[in-house]
């Protein structure tokens, strides 16, 4: 791939929760950002090594250059877009920690002086509310919309079948809360040659999390969570697999709302889902870790 002068050059990388993000603001919709450059750039031997890409622009602008076909559901034109990608290059409508790091991210770079705002994704306008920024951290909230509960289907993980509940939080999972799974046993399950699914259930493919039975503590039910990404493999935390999950472990106590704290490998984030799950809310961490150049020819 050739970066020529006309294109951005200039990446950011950033995690929520460790599921890591390569950011890049590209506000003319000049960068090519097909499957195997994106792959590229992901790539952890070859590239600069991320689970995704998160390209900034304003949504009217990558409407006017083709990205996408119109501005979507409560999105104006002016409204900041995050355009994600996975790792293996594809789009996905939506990514819950990457909401948070673009959020960040824009803050930051002087995008927006404002700590609320209208992010625009495929998946609809998401508002995020930073608590507190810093050019490092922040502490970042998300209205994730309606979480969708769908048909009971199964995953085989290492040869073992999993029950789960399909959610939709504007991309697809398959939840799966496993009775009387403990935390170590979660930890130990072999992730590494992935999940088949039912693909007549989820043509489109689908996101699959493992997790522990609900604690209850009162205010809050406690649980841990692993998760398969579509498009990426395992990664260390997934913002709407928390959605997902938080819904199928509400559904696994006969609720439809309520609130969760929930544990991945990567750290631990809060879910709020509300008015019979027609809103949700995500609140966890993002970190600015560097930034730099793209050289010509480096990649490919
Ligand atoms: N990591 C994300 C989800 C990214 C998209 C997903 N892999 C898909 O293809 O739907 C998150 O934090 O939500």
Redesign the pocket.
């Known amino acids: 791939m050739t970066i020529a002068p006309a294109q951005p050059r200039n990446f950011w990388k950033g995690h929520?929760t460790q599921?890591d993000f390569i950011i890049i603001n590209d506000p003319g919709v000049v960068l090519p950002l097909d499957s195997g450059t994106v792959g590229a750039l992901c790539d952890r031997q070859r590239g600069i090594g991320a689970?995704?890409l998160l390209r900034v622009a304003r949504a009217g602008s990558l409407v006017d250059a083709g990205v996408l076909t119109g501005l979507g559901e409560g999105i104006a034109a002016d409204d900041l877009f995050m355009d994600?990608r996975?790792g293996d290059g594809?789009i996905?409508?939506?990514?819950?920690?990457?909401v948070r790091v673009f959020a960040h991210f824009c803050r930051v770079s002087g995008l927006t002086d404002a700590d609320e705002f209208v992010v625009g994704s495929r998946a609809g306008a998401r508002r995020v509310h930073l608590h507190s920024v810093t050019q490092t951290d922040a502490d970042v909230s998300v209205a994730m919309g309606p979480v969708r509960r769908g048909v009971t289907s199964s995953a085989m993980i290492a040869g073992h079948a999993y029950l789960g509940l399909a959610v939709d939080v504007g991309?697809?999972h398959l939840a799966c809360v496993v009775p009387g799974l403990t935390h170590s046993e979660l930890a130990a399950v072999d992730f590494t040659a992935g999940a088949a699914f039912d693909t007549a259930v989820f043509p489109d493919?689908v996101?699959v999390e493992l997790v522990t039975e609900p604690l209850d503590v009162g205010d809050s039910l406690l649980a841990s969570m692993r998760v398969i990404?579509?498009?990426?493999g395992e990664?260390r935390?997934?913002?709407?697999?928390l959605v997902a999950a938080g819904s199928a472990l509400l559904a696994s106590v006969q609720r439809d709302e309520g609130m969760l704290r929930i544990s991945v490998p990567g750290g631990r984030v809060e879910v709020a889902i509300t008015d019979g799950g027609r809103s949700s809310t995500l609140r966890g961490p993002s970190r600015l870790v560097a930034r730099g150049e793209l050289f010509d020819g480096a990649l490919g």
């Open positions: 929520g599921n689970d995704g994600y996975n594809s996905a409508e939506m990514c819950g920690n990457g991309n697809p493919g996101n990404e579509r498009g990426v990664t935390s997934c913002g709407t697999g």
